[in-house]
């Protein structure tokens, strides 16, 4: 069963702000819910990059690289990329 675009649209702004808020976990169960109401759901693409997001900001960034390298897989023309990239990278002193 498809889940309705509004549905979606609430549960991935559920997760970014608490990503905005800085917690991750939350965020992640956010997205969650998604994956499990709306597994093909028009926004798919959009909760895989929140994923990676949520996941490398909590410090889970080896599974956060696993997924950005799936996720560029998937989709490596997307806009989200450099984002992700940037997140999941390791911090270089200033």
Not at 20 to 27: H, L
Not at 51 to 63: F, I, P, S
Not at 77 to 82: A, E, G, K
Request: include cysteine; charged fraction near 20%.
């Amino acid at each position: 069963s498809t889940c309705a675009l509004p549905e979606e649209l609430a549960l991935l702004r559920e997760a970014q702000s608490a990503l905005d808020q800085g917690e991750t976990a939350r965020s992640l169960a956010a997205l969650e819910q998604h994956a499990a109401r709306c597994p093909n759901g028009a926004l798919a693409q959009e909760r895989a990059a929140a994923r990676v997001l949520a996941l490398c900001q909590g410090g889970r960034t080896t599974e956060g690289l696993s997924e950005l390298t799936a996720f560029k897989a998937s989709a490596p023309r997307s806009p989200h990329l450099r984002r992700l990239e940037a997140a999941c990278s390791p911090k270089s002193p200033p």
